[in-house]
């Protein structure tokens, strides 16, 4: 921040209650969470209410770590007694009072402000104009993607006085919401990247999105956008001073004329200024999102006073790495965090952040980082390098660059140093790489994605990646839908439908699910070995194995009366005894007791208090076509009246629960205690309904392994079944059906992306391998292929060849590596 806190003045302008004594003039950090806190005594620690724990429970956490200046709600004042010593401020809204605080560091600010914001985009637009301008500026961004209410306010704060430019990205998702976000940022300059479906649920149409968005802007000096997004462009032609708009478009017309050509390399970008100067840039970015990024950059830095030729320069350093923290598999069953693509201290912390939160690894945290020079007072910085790997206990720390040999003696003894990246390559074999997690982050001219290439486990190039952020939406959106109170017990049976159930079920503790349910008992047991904590189901538990379900504490779903009685002749291991769910068939004719075994069951229990009753569950047949309606309400009916009978007499009230994806959206109201997710976690809503309003989680990637330019004469593949309509060329791909890519996709029935463009199937898939027709496309050996994703989605290409997504999703082959993505 620019200026120190003292929070007894704030106080004085702010309102809220004081109880201290001076106020610390000392306070140079802010924080909101208590884990991150490294020098205690210069900190003001915020306590802001989290989904699952109130945020004044960690203020005594934070007390622990010596910070003794204190935000906190009115109605935590009772639990003030403890935080002995220290200056407390009670406000009613405590992030109202984090952002109030983030207004001061802005307008102590001097320097320019941009302020970008849209649908897409925004985070990549940030992240490259931010290394464009660094040819000439010390630049201030914000981290990532931190573009909330809260977001925004941490980014405000950590403005120093050193910087020259800062750039914030601001992200809504409600009605309201800009309004808040523009006081704390006060753009001078403005960017609009585009508009697209996001949360558009929230708004009532896409005007009053463009309407909200645009309240950032309302006080800018000039607003950048690119004048082809028609609607952006008639809502700003008539709401905004015509001077102070800066519009760009590939066509004449517009203030700025930047056109696109492909070339082998890259593409080139011609620009007529607004002076009628023309300029002609390079890049090595060939898609059209990359492209379109690129040009509001370019004319965001024209805007900003940059020479052409700096421009440029900036411009070759832009890496097509996107910016997400991408988890890998290793070599040596190592993990790898890739986060080669920029270095800052900010960004240093989120990966560590990152880092802490992935499964404990049975070897070393190991962390290899890059010098940073761009980031001001040289000694400050090291510090700053050595306080973090020690707060998030890296076990080895390697550091590449010349400056790194004056500070050895920050960093523990057997922490290792190297000139550049190259020695680093030469010696790494030193490591004794095994079953480490490693997170590699460095400055892009230190080509750290060399170490990654090298410590990149590569069998097949091949990967499923699943997005986690899409997941965590796709969550969401179900918790909003179900009554606050309502528990969410997520299916990650068959290894979490194809995404990898230790990953995703560890993600889920994260964000809020109550439950999880596996079909075995082996896949309960792998998630509790993953250091799964939360209550687990197993739908079908064979009992000869009940040591396994008390030793790894999961809860077994009794279906039938000999299970039943099994069990009440077990002796118990745990002497709390054991808790189960009742599975009750109401139509589905699979697992579970119908009425009739009811007397039975009850008298069972009834004499056997050790076995407890946990849930009472039943399952829908047809919950996603609306042809069965009326015969899921009768089974939901039935499955109320069996359960009140059930409770009443054993006098219990286990948790109940009846609805899967589908069922939660035709029948919310009726959703008992707990719902069990499942498909439409990863973004497929079965009944077709909703599907607009979640995101796809999986994305099947290969690479184009070979092209061949082909006459229609030639024959394609297995049983020569392929031929090419005109002469044209095909590209062969690293995927077969050994990998899940279904056998029936061949001839045409399925198509492929490959650079944003449709390349249809072509031939018989092979076991290993398929073929896919790029007549007339770009496409060059190595390219990127898309198999399913955003498009083709799960649900066109399960439908093409007549089965469900289910099936698509658990059938992708275990070969094929999963990669996990968190922005
Ligand atoms: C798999 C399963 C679910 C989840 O079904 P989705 O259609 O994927 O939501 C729910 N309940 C039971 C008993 C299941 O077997």
């Known amino acids: 921040?620019?200026?120190?806190?003292?929070?007894?003045?704030?106080?004085?302008?702010?309102?809220?209650?004081?109880?201290?004594?001076?106020?610390?003039?000392?306070?140079?950090?802010?924080?909101?969470?208590?884990?991150?806190?490294?020098?205690?005594?210069?900190?003001?620690?915020?306590?802001?209410?989290?989904s699952r724990q109130k945020g004044s429970d960690f203020a005594e956490d934070a007390h622990g770590r010596n910070v003794r200046n204190f935000i906190l709600p009115l109605a935590g004042e009772k639990n003030t007694d403890k935080l002995e010593d220290s200056n407390i401020l009670l406000v009613e809204k405590p992030l109202n009072a984090l952002q109030a605080l983030a207004v001061m560091n802005r307008e102590a600010f001097k320097g320019p402000v941009v302020g970008i914001t849209g649908s897409n985009g925004k985070t990549i637009v940030k992240e490259w104009l931010a290394q464009v301008l660094s040819q000439g500026f010390q630049v201030f961004k914000s981290p990532k993607s931190y573009n909330s209410q809260i977001g925004v306010a941490l980014s405000a704060l950590e403005i120093q006085s050193r910087h020259q430019i800062a750039l914030l990205e601001a992200g809504i998702s409600q009605p309201g919401e800009m309004d808040r976000l523009k006081q704390i940022i006060q753009p001078q300059l403005g960017i609009f990247t585009n508009i697209g479906s996001a949360h558009d649920e929230n708004f009532d149409s896409l005007e009053t999105k463009i309407k909200e968005k645009c309240k950032l802007f309302t006080e800018v000096k000039y607003l950048i956008y690119r004048k082809d997004h028609s609607r952006i462009n008639h809502l700003l032609k008539n709401g905004f001073d015509p001077d102070r708009l800066i519009s760009w478009s590939d066509?004449?017309?517009?203030?700025?004329?930047?056109?696109?050509?492909?070339?082998?390399?890259?593409?080139?970008?011609?620009?007529?200024?607004?002076?009628?100067?023309?300029?002609?840039?390079?890049?090595?970015?060939?898609?059209?999102?990359?492209?379109?990024?690129?040009?509001?950059?370019?004319?965001?830095?024209?805007?900003?006073?940059?020479?052409?030729?700096?421009?440029?320069?900036?411009?070759?350093?832009?890496?097509?790495?996107?910016?997400?923290?991408?988890?890998?598999?290793?070599?040596?069953?190592?993990?790898?965090?890739?986060?080669?693509?920029?270095?800052?201290?900010?960004?240093?912390?989120?990966?560590?952040?990152?880092?802490?939160?992935?499964?404990?690894?049975?070897?070393?945290?190991?962390?290899?980082?890059?010098?940073?020079?761009?980031?001001?007072?040289?000694?400050?910085?090291?510090?700053?390098?050595?306080?973090?790997?020690?707060?998030?206990?890296?076990?080895?720390?390697?550091?590449?660059?010349?400056?790194?040999?004056?500070?050895?003696?920050?960093?523990?003894?057997?922490?290792?140093?190297?000139?550049?990246?190259?020695?680093?390559?030469?010696?790494?074999?030193?490591?004794?790489?095994?079953?480490?997690?490693?997170?590699?982050?460095?400055?892009?001219?230190?080509?750290?994605?060399?170490?990654?290439?090298?410590?990149?486990?590569?069998?097949?190039?091949?990967v499923l990646e699943i997005n986690l952020n899409a997941l965590r939406h796709n969550f969401n959106f179900y918790k909003r839908i179900l009554r606050p109170e309502t528990k969410i017990m997520v299916m990650v049976k068959a290894f979490a439908y194809g995404g990898g159930s230790a990953e995703i079920a560890n993600h889920l503790q994260k964000i809020?699910?109550?439950?999880?349910?596996?079909?075995?008992?082996?896949?309960?047991?792998?998630?509790?070995?993953?250091?799964?904590?939360?209550?687990?189901?197993?739908?079908?538990?064979?009992?000869?194995?009940?040591?396994?379900?008390?030793?790894?504490?999961?809860?077994?779903?009794?279906?039938?009366?000999?299970?039943?009685?099994?069990?009440?002749?077990?002796?118990?291991?745990?002497?709390?005894?054991?808790?189960?769910?009742?599975?009750?068939?109401?139509?589905?004719?699979?697992?579970?007791?119908?009425?009739?075994?009811?007397?039975?069951?009850?008298?069972?229990?009834?004499?056997?208090?050790?076995?407890?009753?946990?849930?009472?569950?039943?399952?829908?047949?047809?919950?996603?076509?609306?042809?069965?309606?009326?015969?899921?309400?009768?089974?939901?009916?039935?499955?109320?009246?069996?359960?009140?009978?059930?409770?009443?007499?054993?006098?219990?009230s286990p948790i109940r629960h009846a609805l899967n994806s589908a069922g939660i959206i035709r029948f919310p109201d009726q959703a008992f205690d707990m719902v069990r997710l499942g498909i439409g976690l990863h973004g497929v809503e079965i009944n077709q309904l909703e599907q607009e309003k979640l995101l796809p989680v999986a994305t099947l990637k290969t690479v184009v392994s070979q092209i061949k330019k082909l006459t229609k004469a030639e024959t394609i593949g297995y049983g020569r079944q392929g031929k090419l309509i005109q002469d044209g060329k095909i590209a062969t791909l690293a995927i077969g059906y050994a990998d899940g890519y279904d056998r029936r996709f061949g001839n045409g029935k399925a198509f492929v992306m490959i650079q944003g463009k449709r390349a249809n199937t072509i031939g018989n898939i092979c076991m290993d391998m398929c073929m896919v027709d790029v007549s007339g496309l770009q496409v060059r050996e190595g390219d990127e292929v898309i198999l399913f994703g955003k498009e083709p989605s799960l649900q066109y290409l399960a439908a093409q060849i007549g089965t469900i997504p289910y099936e698509l999703l658990t059938g992708i082959g275990m070969r094929v590596k999963r990669q996990y993505i968190l922005d």
């Open 1 to 50: 921040m620019i200026q120190p806190i003292n929070i007894k003045k704030f106080a004085g302008n702010y309102g809220g209650k004081f109880l201290g004594l001076s106020g610390s003039d000392q306070i140079r950090q802010v924080t909101i969470d208590s884990r991150k806190i490294q020098s205690g005594e210069e900190t003001l620690f915020v306590a802001l209410d989290g």
């Open 251 to 462: 066509k004449t017309g517009a203030d700025y004329t930047l056109s696109v050509r492909p070339e082998k390399n890259g593409s080139k970008i011609f620009m007529v200024a607004r002076d009628l100067q023309t300029y002609t840039f390079f890049t090595t970015f060939r898609d059209s999102a990359s492209l379109e990024n690129i040009r509001h950059v370019i004319v965001s830095c024209m805007t900003l006073g940059m020479k052409p030729e700096n421009i440029q320069k900036g411009l070759q350093l832009l890496h097509a790495v996107d910016m997400r923290l991408t988890l890998k598999s290793g070599i040596n069953r190592c993990l790898l965090i890739d986060d080669s693509y920029n270095n800052d201290v900010a960004g240093l912390e989120i990966a560590l952040e990152f880092m802490a939160h992935q499964r404990k690894p049975t070897g070393r945290k190991i962390l290899i980082l890059s010098e940073m020079l761009q980031e001001g007072d040289e000694i400050a910085v090291f510090q700053k390098i050595a306080g973090l790997s020690e707060h998030y206990e890296i076990d080895l720390f390697a550091g590449v660059g010349k400056h790194f040999s004056h500070y050895k003696h920050l960093f523990p003894k057997q922490s290792v140093f190297f000139p550049d990246t190259a020695s680093l390559l030469e010696n790494i074999l030193g490591f004794n790489l095994d079953k480490d997690l490693i997170l590699v982050k460095g400055a892009r001219d230190f080509h750290f994605e060399k170490i990654i290439q090298l410590l990149e486990a590569q069998v097949h190039e091949t």
């Open 512 to 652: 809020g699910a109550d439950y999880l349910s596996v079909a075995y008992i082996d896949e309960g047991v792998y998630l509790r070995q993953k250091g799964v904590t939360l209550p687990i189901m197993v739908m079908n538990p064979d009992m000869q194995h009940l040591n396994l379900i008390q030793d790894y504490d999961l809860e077994p779903v009794v279906y039938n009366r000999r299970t039943l009685q099994d069990l009440t002749s077990s002796p118990f291991g745990q002497p709390n005894g054991i808790s189960i769910h009742l599975e009750l068939d109401t139509g589905m004719s699979r697992l579970g007791f119908t009425e009739a075994d009811l007397e039975d069951i009850l008298t069972l229990l009834g004499k056997h208090k050790e076995i407890k009753l946990a849930g009472l569950f039943t399952h829908l047949a047809g919950a996603d076509e609306a042809i069965h309606e009326d015969f899921s309400r009768k089974q939901l009916r039935t499955f109320d009246r069996i359960s009140k009978v059930i409770m009443s007499t054993l006098a219990c």
